[in-house]
C-alpha cells in the first residue's frame, strides 16, 4: 500500500515505523528541525511540509496514495488534509486523529472514513496491535453503520472467566482488542477473560445493546 502520514509526533512516528515494515510510507511533518531528525531515524521518505498544502501533498505522492492518515494534534488540521485528500485528490480512506472527542461526530458527517479518538484508547490500541490494513479494510463495510464499543469488565460480567470461544456475539461483532494491565491482546479462540479487562469492540448500531447485555449482563428492571 501507499500510505501518507501527517504528522510526526508519538502517533505519526510509530505509524511510520511500523507502517514502512511492509509498506510505501511517506511522512510530511510542518517542523523542519523535526523532520530532520526522524529522517535519519526512519526508513522512509520524510517532507518538510504543511500537510494542509495541496502543493505538498502532491509532492509526498497523494495521486498515488491508497490511505492518508492526519495524525497531527490540531483537528481542524486533521479534517482539511483529509477533505483535500479526498475532494481533490479523490484518495480511497482517509483516517484522522480526533483529539476532542466532541468532533468525533462532525468528522463522521463530514466524510472522513476512520476518525480516531485517543481518549477511547483505539488509537493506541491500533499503533500496538491491530493489523493497520485489516482494520481499514474492515472500515470499508457499511461505514456509518458499524458501532465501536469500550467496555470495562466488571467482576459480575458474565463472560470473566470464560473463554472466547465460548462466548456468542451478536451477527457481525468481532472484539477486536483487550487491554489488561497495559498490555495489549489480540483475543484468540482460547483467550481467557478477566475482570477489569478493558475491552474494544465492534459491532453493528442495532445490535449495540445485544453485545453490551452479552459482555456485562442483562439490565435488571425494576417491577
Not at 61 to 81: P, Q, S
Not at 102 to 129: H, R, W, Y
Amino acid at each position: 500500500m501507499n500510505i501518507i502520514i501527517v504528522g510526526a509526533g508519538n502517533v505519526g512516528y510509530y505509524l511510520a515505523e511500523k507502517l514502512s515494515e511492509k509498506n510505501y510510507v511517506v511522512l510530511i511533518e510542518k517542523e523542519s528541525k523535526l523532520s530532520e531528525k526522524i529522517a535519519s531515524q526512519l526508513n522512509c521518505l520524510v517532507i518538510s511540509g504543511d500537510g494542509c498544502d495541496p502543493e505538498v501533498l502532491k509532492k509526498a505522492g497523494i495521486k498515488k496514495a491508497d490511505v492518508i492518515a492526519a495524525v497531527t494534534g490540531n483537528d481542524e488540521d486533521n479534517l482539511i488534509i483529509c477533505q483535500i485528500a479526498k475532494e481533490i485528490f479523490n484518495v480511497k480512506r482517509t483516517v484522522a486523529r480526533v483529539n476532542n472527542p466532541k468532533n468525533m461526530k462532525t468528522f463522521d458527517e463530514l466524510g472522513v472514513d476512520l476518525p480516531i479518538s485517543g481518549t477511547a484508547l483505539l488509537a493506541q490500541a491500533i499503533e500496538e496491535t491491530v493489523n493497520w490494513e485489516d482494520f481499514i479494510t474492515l472500515f470499508t463495510f457499511k461505514r456509518g453503520k458499524l458501532s465501536i464499543l469500550r467496555i470495562d469488565l466488571p467482576k459480575d460480567s458474565p463472560i470473566v472467566n470464560k473463554k472466547l470461544n465460548e462466548i456468542q456475539l451478536p451477527e457481525d461483532s468481532a472484539i477486536v482488542v483487550v487491554i489488561r494491565e497495559n498490555e495489549f491482546t489480540i483475543p484468540k479462540e482460547g483467550f481467557i477473560f478477566k475482570e477489569n479487562d478493558e475491552i474494544i469492540a465492534i459491532t453493528k448500531v442495532e445490535n449495540e445493546a445485544i453485545l453490551f447485555n452479552t459482555l456485562l449482563g442483562e439490565a435488571v428492571e425494576e417491577k
